[in-house]
Structures are given as structure tokens and as C-alpha cells.
């Protein structure tokens, strides 16, 4: 009974976790659970129409894929063509909410076109089954369809594939 139990909460889960090549399971972010910086409900729903990279990040690993946001950065690619979102795991965390919403207010100075998003209760981590305490990367296309997803570093070498990949999918 036990393994029947286990293997019904496995398949459960499954059905819930991010895949490449679908359009993930859609999540809202509003009130207790998080919001766009500005307050706002956000909904994964938006992720469609351009390319999106989104990155979904502990604040204690802000700086684990900094290269590949500035290389992003640096493509000045179209913004009606392709776009980014960076929710920031805001549970994964001990510094305190108030201290991060001041950092958040920063990184938009930085990075203006970036949408930010705050998750105050591992609603992805749960919803999509992403890596917590760490730094997810996902680029969705235009029709919302995962097309690349790392969890942790993304190497000097994979920058270059994902650069290609937004190019290839524009």
C-alpha cells in the first residue's frame, strides 16, 4: 500500500514539473504568495508572444549566472521580440523581505526592461518543480513552450548556445 501511495505522489508531481517542449502548468502570483515588483498579479499565462528568459532566483545566489544576464544584456536584443522576467524566491532566503524589496528597486534601475516578480512562498518551486535555493534559468518561445532549462551555473559555453537559441527563436 505504501509503494502504491508513494508511487501515486510521484506521478503526481510529475505531472506538475517544467519539461521542455511543453507550455508549463499556469501560475499566478498575487497577494501572501508574491506579485510583480510593482504589486500586481503576475501570471506564467504572460510568457507568450516573444521569447522569455526567466530567471527564477535565490537572493543568496543572485550572483551564480550574472554573466549570462549582462551577456543578454549586452545582445540588446528587440523587446518586442524577446523579453525577461526575474522572480526571485524571496522563502529561500533569511534576509529580510523589506532588505530585498530596496535590492529588487536596484537590480530594475540595472536591468529596466527586466520585469521583476517576487515569490514569497516557493509557489514555482512547488508548481514547476524547480530547484530551490538555487538559480533556474528558463527561456520560453513565442508560443510559451519550454525551450531551455539549467538549474545552478550556466557555463561560458552554454551562454553561447543560449544566445543562439533566443537568435534562432526570434
Not at 30 to 49: C, E, F, R, V, Y
Not at 109 to 138: A, G, M, R
Request: proline content about 3%; hydrophobic content about 40%; glycine content about 4%.
Amino acid at each position: 500500500m505504501i509503494k502504491i501511495v508513494c508511487g501515486f505522489v510521484i506521478l503526481c508531481s510529475s505531472v506538475w514539473a517544467i519539461e521542455l517542449g511543453q507550455v508549463p502548468v499556469s501560475v499566478t502570483l498575487s497577494g501572501n504568495d508574491g506579485a510583480k515588483i510593482t504589486g500586481t498579479p503576475w501570471h506564467s499565462s504572460m510568457l507568450k508572444g516573444k521569447v522569455y528568459t526567466l530567471f527564477y532566483v535565490d537572493p543568496d545566489k543572485k550572483e551564480l549566472n550574472q554573466e549570462l544576464a549582462h551577456a543578454l544584456k549586452s545582445r540588446h536584443f528587440d523587446r518586442t521580440k524577446a523579453d525577461s522576467v526575474a522572480v526571485i524566491n524571496l522563502a529561500a532566503t533569511w534576509i529580510p523581505n523589506a532588505i530585498l524589496e530596496t535590492m529588487l528597486e536596484k537590480k530594475q534601475k540595472e536591468f529596466p526592461d527586466t520585469l521583476y516578480v517576487k515569490d514569497k512562498k516557493k509557489v514555482l518551486v512547488k508548481k514547476w518543480q524547480l530547484s530551490d535555493d538555487n538559480s533556474n534559468i528558463l527561456i520560453f518561445d513565442k508560443k510559451g513552450k519550454l525551450i531551455y532549462k539549467k538549474f545552478g551555473k550556466v557555463s561560458a559555453k552554454e551562454i553561447l548556445k543560449v544566445i543562439k537559441l533566443i537568435e534562432k527563436n526570434l
